[in-house]
């Protein structure tokens, strides 16, 4: 199952190394990491999401992101009301013909063209993880997704 964790953590040099050598020291793979400084330029938040099996595991890397000197709190959203989002950039192919139909994608998914020319364009949206996917699906049907980047998913309580 998947887990988005959140950490607040002291804004360090070797914090996010430790904290990722956490996980990699236990077999755990990241799938997903954002971190950036709150508005406190001292502390970072981080959103991480892990594959973890088995809830005693979880709890035990909770456990041990607590014991690192520099972690504040330790988070997870899981069984949280929470509200998440990812960012993603995609340069597409399109035919001139398409230009309309591909910005009326954008009346079913919180995103717009940020650049165009000569066929290709380049989009950015927000949404949850099912929500990317699905613009994704639609976008494809349009050209070539020649290149795409994503952000870690981002996390908090509502």
């Known amino acids: 199952m998947r887990h988005t964790i959140s950490v ?19 077999g755990y793979n990241i799938a997903s990491l954002a971190v950036s400084e709150t508005m406190d330029p001292t502390i970072s938040y981080m959103t991480m999401v ?12 909770k456990k041990q992101l607590n014991k690192l000197i520099d972690v504040i709190t330790v988070t ?9 989002r990812e960012l993603v950039l995609a340069k597409i192919n399109y035919a001139a013909k398409d230009k309309a139909k591909l910005e009326g994608i954008f009346d079913k998914f919180v995103g717009k ?18 929500q990317i ?26």
């Open 76 to 84: 997870d959203f899981t069984k949280r009301e929470h509200i998440d």
């Open 133 to 158: 996917k699905l613009l994704l699906d639609e976008l494809s049907k349009f050209g070539i997704i020649k290149e795409l980047v994503r952000t870690g998913k981002l996390a908090i309580s509502n």
């Open 50 to 61: 892990v594959e973890v099996k088995d809830e005693d595991v979880l709890e035990q890397i």
């Open 8 to 26: 607040l953590v002291e804004n360090k040099f070797g914090v996010l190394a430790r904290i990722a050598g956490l996980f990699s020291a236990r």
């Open 113 to 130: 063209i940020i650049h165009h020319k000569e066929g290709t364009a380049i989009i950015e949206a927000v949404g949850d993880t099912q």
